[in-house]
Each structure stands twice: as structure tokens, then as C-alpha cells.
């Protein structure tokens, strides 16, 4: 059997626990070791040290880099540009690769064609067995069926070269991964889909989680101005419910104008269309959950404050990144 491919793994970090875990379970994966480890620090200061000592029999592999708090995207792209070996593959540090991931990491990289540009690990998010699984850890759950998440991706380090790495106006980890992959795409490359498994668990959140989760509607207007908006099928992605968002929030603002206006009919009507949508919206979220009167209260005070935020924040998109030339033609 020829030898594999040599890779360096990057995994950018804020300085969470769970690093420690990543960086053990990578130490405990059999198979031919990384290169390197370049753990990238993103933290805007340099308070408390990263948790490098989980990383057992790699420590001595391992390379720090800091970044200061520029985002996932500048992060990575600060790593993988010291990167000497042919394939970069990029870990998030919530994850946890399973025994054999260095092994088969290794025949996903020995099997791969001179026009593979990257291989997609597969991801697996372990849910509560005793119960129905919260929003939160719902939308965790859908992880597992993304394409070219960067949570564990490996990609050739010639094709990050030809195409420049990871756009930095993507401040979010979010889309700055499918951005990246329909430009490989683009640029010639085939995403292939790997044979390792890599366990994401549902990180620890606080119940307003998904209202900040909002601010990605602005990363789907830069999305849009980049690849067109026909982006989401190429790149695989769930459409979203940004147009009923703006229909509810369209029917919030024009109930009250017509109550304003004095028009208390057209008022009525648009805050009946207001309530439904909303109803609607909270009824998705709530019955395929645990139902416990904390959930259902988290589910009916975020339904409300989601539409319009998700609204604010794509509008703030468009307007900030109308001057962005798209980049034409299919990925």
C-alpha cells in the first residue's frame, strides 16, 4: 500500500474548553500522525493559556499562531498559508474525531484524484436518548447533513492557494465555508465526501442563542451578491425561512401603519396574518421538542423577536455589501 499524503491540521480556536477534548481524541486516533497541529488563537487578548498538554504524544507537533480576534475565516486562513505539507485539513475545536479517523483520513487522502480539490469528513451529532431534542440541539443535529463544513475538512493546500483561502468578509462561522467550496468548485476542483467520522457534540447555550444566530442573514446577502441566487442548491444548503420571515414582519409593520393611519381593518387583517405566521413559526419549533414548559416559553418569546431580527440583519447586508462584484458563472 503506497504511503499516504502528509496533512497539517489547523483548528481555530477562541480559547473554549472543549479544545482539550479535540486535541485529545486527535493525540488518541490511530493511524498516521499530522505533520503538524497549528492551533490558531483567535482571542482578542492573550489571558489564560490553551489547554495544549490534552494534546499527549502531537504536543511536540504543535504550533501556535494568534490572530487577535479577526474571525474563523482570517484564523484559518493564518494557519493554513504556513501549511508545507499537500493537504490541509481544517478541525473546529468542538469536535471530537473518533478512533479511527487518522487511518481513514489517510485512505480518504491515498484515494484521492489529482482534480480532488477537498474531502468532507463525515460529522455526527449524539442527541439526548431519553428525550425529544431542544431547538438548539436540533439545529446542532442538521450538521450532519451540510456539505463542505470546515468542522472537518480537508482540502488540498494547491487548491486554498489557487483560490485564495477563505473569505475574511465573512466575520461568522457561517457560509465562509460554502463560499469556499463553490470557489474551489469553480476554479476546476471536485469536493468528494470522505470515510472518517468526526462526533460534534451540541455545545452548551443560553436560551437566546438563536437570536444572535441572526446575524448570518447578512452573510446570505453577501452570498447572494458573490454567487447568485441560485448559490443554495450548488452549494447544498437549506434555503432558510427569510421570505416568511419577511412576510411576518412585513404584516407587523404594515398593521401598525394602517392602525396609524386610522384604517382599523387593514389593521386588523395584518395583525391577523402577524399572529398566524408567528403561530406557525413557534407550533415548528416547539412540537418536534422536548414541549417542557421552558422549552415552550423559549419557543414563543424567541418566535416573536426572530422574524424581524433575521430581517434587520439581511437588509444590513444587502445595504453593505451592494458595491461587491459578483463573482459570475456556476460553481
Given at each position: 500500500m503506497t504511503a499516504a499524503p502528509a496533512y497539517t491540521v489547523v483548528v481555530p480556536t477562541i480559547g473554549r474548553r472543549c479544545l482539550a477534548e479535540c486535541l485529545r481524541a486527535l493525540a488518541e486516533a490511530g493511524g498516521p500522525a499530522p505533520h503538524e497541529v497549528i492551533v490558531v488563537d483567535d482571542r482578542p487578548g492573550t489571558e489564560g493559556e490553551l489547554p495544549l498538554t490534552a494534546a499527549g504524544p502531537l504536543l511536540d507537533r504543535i504550533r501556535i499562531l494568534r490572530t487577535g480576534?479577526?474571525?474563523?475565516?482570517?484564523?484559518?486562513?493564518?494557519?493554513?498559508?504556513?501549511?508545507?505539507?499537500?493537504?490541509?485539513?481544517?478541525?473546529?475545536?468542538?469536535?471530537?474525531?473518533?478512533?479511527?479517523?487518522?487511518?481513514?483520513?489517510?485512505?480518504?487522502?491515498?484515494q484521492a484524484g489529482e482534480g480532488t480539490g477537498g474531502i468532507q469528513g463525515q460529522l455526527r451529532v449524539p442527541l439526548p436518548p431519553d428525550r425529544?431534542?431542544?431547538?438548539?440541539?436540533?439545529?446542532?443535529?442538521?450538521?450532519?447533513?451540510?456539505?463542505?463544513?470546515?468542522?472537518?475538512?480537508?482540502?488540498?493546500?494547491?487548491?486554498?492557494?489557487?483560490?485564495?483561502?477563505?473569505?475574511?468578509?465573512?466575520?461568522?462561522?457561517?457560509?465562509?465555508?460554502?463560499?469556499?467550496?463553490?470557489?474551489?468548485?469553480?476554479?476546476?476542483?471536485?469536493?468528494?465526501?470522505?470515510?472518517?467520522?468526526?462526533?460534534?457534540?451540541?455545545?452548551?447555550?443560553?436560551?437566546?442563542?438563536?437570536?444572535?444566530?441572526?446575524?448570518?442573514?447578512?452573510?446570505?446577502?453577501?452570498?447572494?451578491?458573490?454567487?447568485?441566487?441560485?448559490?443554495?442548491?450548488?452549494?447544498?444548503?437549506?434555503?432558510?425561512?427569510?421570505?416568511?420571515?419577511l412576510l411576518v414582519t412585513g404584516a407587523a409593520f404594515a398593521g401598525a401603519g394602517c392602525a396609524l393611519a386610522g384604517r382599523h381593518r387593514a389593521a386588523a387583517v395584518c395583525a391577523g396574518l402577524w399572529t398566524l405566521g408567528t403561530a406557525e413559526f413557534a407550533l415548528a419549533r416547539i412540537l418536534p421538542g422536548p414541549r417542557t414548559a421552558r422549552e415552550i416559553a423559549v419557543m414563543l418569546g424567541t418566535s416573536v423577536l426572530i422574524p424581524p431580527l433575521a430581517v434587520r440583519h439581511w437588509l444590513h447586508g444587502v445595504v453593505r455589501h451592494r458595491h461587491v462584484r459578483p463573482l459570475g458563472g456556476a460553481g
Open positions: 480576534g479577526k474571525g474563523p475565516a482570517a484564523a484559518r486562513n493564518a494557519g493554513w498559508r504556513t501549511v508545507e505539507t499537500p493537504w490541509t485539513v481544517f478541525l473546529d475545536d468542538d469536535v471530537q474525531v473518533l478512533t479511527d479517523w487518522s487511518r481513514l483520513l489517510a485512505d480518504d487522502l491515498r425529544r431534542p431542544t431547538d438548539w440541539e436540533r439545529t446542532t443535529k442538521g450538521l450532519e447533513n451540510a456539505a463542505w463544513a470546515t468542522a472537518d475538512m480537508a482540502y488540498r493546500t494547491a487548491a486554498l492557494a489557487r483560490v485564495g483561502g477563505f473569505d475574511e468578509r465573512f466575520p461568522r462561522a457561517f457560509r465562509e465555508d460554502a463560499d469556499l467550496a463553490l470557489r474551489i468548485r469553480r476554479a476546476g476542483w471536485f469536493l468528494v465526501r470522505g470515510r472518517r467520522v468526526t462526533r460534534h457534540p451540541v455545545r452548551p447555550a443560553h436560551w437566546w442563542a438563536s437570536l444572535p444566530a441572526q446575524r448570518g442573514n447578512a452573510d446570505d446577502a453577501l452570498m447572494n451578491r458573490l454567487h447568485g441566487r441560485d448559490w443554495w442548491a450548488r452549494a447544498q444548503a437549506p434555503r432558510g425561512r427569510l421570505p416568511r420571515h
